[in-house]
């Protein structure tokens, strides 16, 4: 499934990709890079014309004159230019740099003002809000147009939606009621709106690649931390995947995927242990994170992208921005193991303010690029 997905978008060996800075983005030959669409859409019922007269997010002024700044994305660049050219600009960057973007689209939780959890599933019931956040996604697709981009749908948010109930279809959602021009067909709930979202892909952005981000803990057990020898990693991972075939992921053409949001040196520093044992021998361990993986991919049946993964490395001071982890090392060093769990791109960034990035991680990432990309790359598994 992976070779597949890699021929489609014009490669043949396993991608790597950062959220980073120009520089960094320059320094390596990176396969992909990512950023967050996230913090709030348009207040009216369709996107702003501009940006400088009569737009407003969150009940504020999007004109560069308003203090207190404007929370959509369509306007975070110079007002006296049309709506959406913050992503366009990024799409210009890393086609100059020989990147493919990659888009996080995060909306629900912060533009509907609810609370995490299940409060922004039950706010995908309310057709006013998602009418709005519909017709932004419909103009996000129609900025990405022709181009090859990959968006990844809502982390976390389908993981709540599955600790509300197992069955997306009990989770009531403003789908068709909220956009009948795009969404007729679908079931106004949950699995309604995985399938309407990525259904919009196709419809605007044909040459786009979408996916849905699967969580660990999504079945109410965070696989990722599970240290008990006796527990069937595979088989909650089928649970999981059944969850996320429901609500559309097999229609789509990735699962997302990650190991931590924060680096683990971090997570030690407030009396947490997140670390993975690298030599496999002490659980948790990323033998069964891989375990998992694999049988969520072969449940679902398509590829992973691994996202967000932590940044820090065992050389740092382990500090603010400077915190030690060991996925990096372990990645790069076992890329075969992630290419028979069906891994077709590891992307790393930091999931929070204080944690590693590839620009305080003392050249490590970049340093690892390389050697990958001088080695040939990793092939596919069949």
Excluded at 156 to 165: I, L, R, S, T
Excluded at 267 to 293: C, E, K, M
Aim: overall charge negative; aromatic content about 10%; proline content about 3%.
């Amino acid at each position: 499934m992976v070779g597949q997905f890699l021929q489609g978008i014009g490669q043949a060996r396993m991608l790597v990709g950062a959220s980073m800075s120009d520089a960094t983005a320059q320094a390596a030959p990176f396969d992909a890079r990512y950023m967050y669409l996230a913090g709030g859409i348009f207040d009216g019922s369709a996107a702003c014309a501009s940006c400088a007269t009569g737009c407003q997010a969150g009940g504020q002024s999007c004109a560069n004159s308003n203090p207190n700044g404007c929370s959509w994305w369509g306007c975070w660049q110079w007002d006296q230019v049309a709506p959406g050219q913050y992503v366009r600009d990024f799409f210009s960057r890393t086609q100059t740099d020989g990147q493919i973007p990659l888009l996080t689209y995060y909306e629900v939780l912060q533009a509907s003002g609810a609370s995490e959890g299940a409060g922004e599933v039950a706010a995908a019931n309310n057709a006013a809000f998602m009418g709005r956040y519909l017709s932004d996604w419909r103009f996000l697709l129609q900025q990405i147009g022709s181009r090859r981009v990959l968006l990844h749908i809502e982390p976390d948010f389908w993981g709540y939606a599955e600790h509300v109930n197992e069955d997306p279809r009990a989770i009531p959602a403003a789908v068709a009621s909220a956009n009948a021009t795009d969404c007729a067909g679908q079931e106004n709930n949950i699995a309604g709106l995985g399938r309407c979202m990525i259904a919009m892909v196709r419809k605007y952005a044909s040459n786009a690649r979408v996916g849905l981000h699967a969580s660990a803990w999504g079945t109410k057990v965070d696989v990722h931390l599970n240290s008990n020898a006796s527990f069937d990693v595979a088989g909650e991972a089928r649970k999981l995947g059944r969850f996320m075939t429901a609500v559309g992921a097999g229609t789509g053409d990735f699962v997302v995927v990650e190991a931590s949001d924060r680096d683990a040196g971090y997570y030690t520093s407030i009396g947490q242990n997140r670390w993975w044992d690298a030599t496999n021998a002490t659980l948790p361990h990323f033998n069964q994170a891989f375990v998992w993986a694999k049988a969520l991919a072969e449940q679902v049946g398509k590829p992973l992208v691994w996202w967000q993964l932590p940044l820090g490395n065992m050389a740092l001071a382990n500090q603010s921005g400077a915190w030690r982890d060991n996925r990096v090392d372990y990645f790069f060093s076992h890329t075969r193991q992630i290419a028979e769990a069906h891994g077709a791109l590891i992307a790393f960034g930091a999931g929070a303010g204080g944690q590693t990035t590839p620009e305080s991680d003392g050249g490590n990432l970049v340093a690892k690029v390389r050697a990958y990309k001088q080695a040939g790359g990793q092939v596919p598994c069949p």
